[in-house]
């Protein structure tokens, strides 16, 4: 890890000064993106386990393709150090090289921003961006440059080996496909699973459409989902419909982002509001999402390409041995209200970080 970070600390030195250069593609290659993959434990000048220029199916290459027992496990296409990396053109292609050569993994790359894609998953090309690391401080305020090297780090010769992005990547998607399945049973509910509740609740008196429009009310309160801005449920009085959608809404916060932090954010936010399913409030605002019980705000999240950052209602004196990725910032400017700072990029700090979620929750309660 050390010289992962080493490594992160000498290329964010240079930024700045290529950037106003231009850098072609070449250039950024040898100068960001062939000192990276060295620390990261892959030796680009050896062939049978760094091929570059490795050949496609039409006749084209892909700059990198790193190998295990000298078999590709990941494909890594560059760009000039100033592309936006955002050409769908660009996208496809390189997701599109991986499949048809049986590589699960990908990246696209401008040196300073890294794009990882599975390119089995099935969706359009840019619906595959599994997560996104930047070298750029700007834009991973907040984010100690540990974590970004342990970002990095997923990708690495004995990560690859191991078969962490794997386990990273099955974790993510399975978890927004079975989101989307819960979805579609809850808000479009089939007789099947109406008559199987109600052989459960054993009240005739319970009528399937009542089951059906139950289940609506409650999925859409505990679940992740935003209630229709329209939806209007039956057996409710005018008063209790719901209200119009706020300039703000989940699609603002999470349309661009990788989906290992759109699941981070909503597994975040399925448990703030599963604090108290009455009376937690959510509210989009510009640039975070805050939660709040009576009034009281008790966790703020701010959505990065890179991760999450998360502000509670805590002194941060008050935490006894405070993990690496909490920090005070009771003095320093933030967006979200509350004097502790957690940056979240993985589902195992939020795992560990619930504690102190849940402890901001009960001081405000």
């Known amino acids: 890890m050390k010289a992962i970070i080493v490594c992160i600390e000498n ?12 850098l072609k593609e070449y250039p950024t290659r040898t100068i960001f993106i062939d000192p990276l993959l060295q620390s990261l434990g892959w030796d680009v000048v050896d062939p049978d386990e760094v091929e570059l220029e490795f050949p496609t199916i039409d006749g084209k290459s892909v700059d990198y393709a790193p190998k295990i027992n000298r078999k590709p496990v990941l494909f890594i296409e560059a760009k000039p150090l100033n592309d936006l990396l955002t050409d769908v053109k660009s996208i496809t292609q390189i997701v599109g090289y991986a499949a048809n050569a049986g590589v699960e993994w990908c990246i696209l790359t401008n040196g300073i921003n890294y794009k990882i894609y599975c390119s089995t ?14 070298l750029d401080l700007k834009e991973t305020e907040g984010i100690s440059t540990r974590q970004i090297a342990e970002q990095f780090a997923r990708f690495s010769r004995d990560a690859m080996a191991r078969g962490v992005l794997d386990k990273i990547g099955e974790q993510v998607f399975t978890t927004g496909k079975i989101r989307k399945a819960l979805d579609k049973l809850f808000m479009d509910t089939p007789n099947s699973l109406i008559r199987l509740i109600r052989s459960i609740v054993k009240d005739d008196s319970i009528k399937p459409i009542q089951v059906k429009e139950s289940l609506k009310r409650l999925w859409l309160r505990t679940s992740e989902n935003e209630i229709p801005a329209n939806y209007k449920f039956k057996y409710e009085t005018p008063e209790k419909t719901m209200k119009k959608e706020k300039e703000y809404n989940e699609e603002y ?15 975040i936010d399925n ?30 999240i701010h959505l990065q390409k890179s991760g999450l950052r998360v502000w509670l209602k805590l002194n ?6 405070p993990p690496e990725y909490a920090r005070d910032v009771s003095r320093v400017g933030h967006w979200g209200v509350g004097d ?4 979240i990029d993985s589902i195992e700090k939020f795992q560990s970080a619930k504690y102190l979620i849940q402890k901001s929750f009960e001081k405000i309660d």
């Open 316 to 321: 941060y004196s008050e935490i006894k041995n």
């Open 340 to 343: 502790v700072e957690l940056t």
């Open 11 to 22: 290329l964010r030195s240079k930024i700045d000064k290529f950037r106003k250069t231009g």
């Open 271 to 300: 448990f703030c509001r599963n604090f108290d399913l009455v009376n937690v409030e959510r509210k989009y605002l510009a640039k975070y999402v805050k939660y709040s019980c009576s009034k009281n705000i008790f966790c703020c």
């Open 253 to 267: 916060h999470i349309g661009d982002k990788p989906r290992e932090v759109v699941e981070l954010f909503k597994t």
């Open 121 to 134: 998953e099935k969706a359009e090309a840019p619906d595959k961006l599994l997560f996104e690391i930047s």
